[in-house]
């Protein structure tokens, strides 16, 4: 079925994926047994892309307890699409927002005591109550109260001056790992001073609901690190964080996002003929060369050029020349029947691999697919958008 928005480059957004890698965290996070582990699933960004707004509904249908988003902006556009259930707004949130913080009913993520005052002022002038988690800074230099050797104590009044503020309530503790995905030791170090700081704070009475620091690196790969909640994102959108976890492919997580593109012409070029900006492609034999609606302006990386092959009747096809802003040139001269219509895959799986070939991870591929690419979802099989 070919839909008029799909004319030049789109991506596939399956659903069923999602709910399979959903589905598959949790059992990961079920099988040492003990207490369940809650779900927060990492929609910023767009859902890394994916669409926050499918994406979020899903992850709710699902069952997901929470959603965490990057911004306040983020976090409106999934309460005016339906979304019930809380979310965390992970960034900083400027305290002339906290009438809508308010209002949207978004849990605020706080990592010093002069944001936590202001919002606390701004509270009891709405007469409401602001939910919040509490943001420790364990390692990873970015936003938290420190928590290291010498700065406990500090920290200890600071986050007890914190919960004693009228018109918050504070609902959670995390931090988040520097190095999940490659140092095991420093990864421990981070997680010795949050359990440190966890009761250092219980033993001053403070208890809170929620205690997570695992994005999907460290759900995949540290049992010890998920806590009653845990964070995955690009797990959730089918792809191992680190070589380890792929390696062992296990638990199986499944793409959701497979990015397609339109041939738009197919011709046949002589020997010796140059292709593209700075001619970085000769011929080195008659070749049949197709044209894809697809550039740098739709996210595919510049940094690809002559090193990706898209797939057409799914063979490899490799890209010649420069990726230009809306399109690009795949040698076809293997596959005869490929013809001015038909659809390139230009990546689904081995994003891993494809991020490294052009210098970058499969975040930032997933996430760098551009607003003018339409995103079509797929659901139990069937086109739903
Ligand atoms: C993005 C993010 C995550 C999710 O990371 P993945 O590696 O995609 O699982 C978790 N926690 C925080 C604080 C984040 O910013």
Not at 329 to 345: E, F, H, R, S, Y
Request: hydrophobic share 40%; aromatic share 6%; with cysteine.
């Amino acid at each position: 079925m070919t839909n008029k928005r799909e004319t030049r480059a789109w991506v596939d957004i399956d659903l069923d994926a999602l709910a399979h890698n959903y589905h598959a965290i949790r059992d990961w996070t079920r099988r040492e047994g003990g207490d369940p582990v809650k779900l927060l699933g990492m929609v910023k960004a767009n859902a890394y892309g994916h669409g926050a707004v499918a994406v979020g509904r899903k992850l709710q249908e699902l069952g997901a307890e929470m959603l965490a988003v990057a911004c306040l902006a983020e976090a409106v556009e999934l309460r005016q699409a339906g979304v019930t259930i809380p979310i965390l707004c992970l960034g900083q949130t400027p305290v002339e927002l906290a009438d809508d913080l308010l209002e949207y009913d978004v849990t605020q993520t706080v990592g010093d005591l002069e944001l936590g005052r202001a919002l606390s002022a701004a509270a009891q002038v709405a007469g409401k109550e602001l939910s919040i988690h509490i943001k420790l800074d364990t390692g990873m230099g970015r936003l938290g109260f420190m928590w290291r050797e010498g700065s406990q104590a500090t920290t200890v009044e600071e986050i007890k001056a914190l919960c004693a503020l009228p018109g918050l309530r504070a609902e959670g503790l995390y931090t988040h790992f520097a190095t999940a995905d490659e140092d095991v030791d420093y990864t421990e170090l981070q997680g010795r001073r949050f359990q440190e700081a966890r009761t250092t704070l219980e033993q001053a009475g403070i208890h809170l609901k929620n205690y997570h620091c695992a994005s999907s690196a460290a759900v995949l790969n540290y049992p010890w690190t998920h806590m009653n909640m845990v964070r995955p994102g690009i797990a959730l959108y089918g792809h191992y964080p680190d070589p380890a976890s792929e390696i062992r492919g296990e638990p199986r997580l499944m793409p959701v996002m497979t990015l397609k593109a339109r041939v738009t012409s197919v011709r046949t070029m002589p020997v010796g003929a140059k292709l593209g900006y700075g001619c970085t492609a000769t011929l080195t034999r008659e070749s049949r060369i197709a044209v894809l609606s697809i550039g740098y302006a739709d996210g595919l990386p510049r940094s690809l050029s002559n090193k990706l092959q898209v797939k057409l009747h799914g063979t490899p096809c490799p890209i010649l020349g420069r990726i230009c802003m809306d399109m690009c040139m795949a040698d076809v001269t293997a596959l005869p029947q490929v013809k001015a219509g038909d659809t390139a895959v230009v990546y689904d799986r081995d994003l891993n691999r494809i991020a490294e070939l052009a210098g970058t991870i499969t975040d930032e591929l997933v996430c760098r697919v551009s607003g003018r690419v339409p995103r079509v979802y797929w659901e139990n099989g069937t086109r739903i958008v």
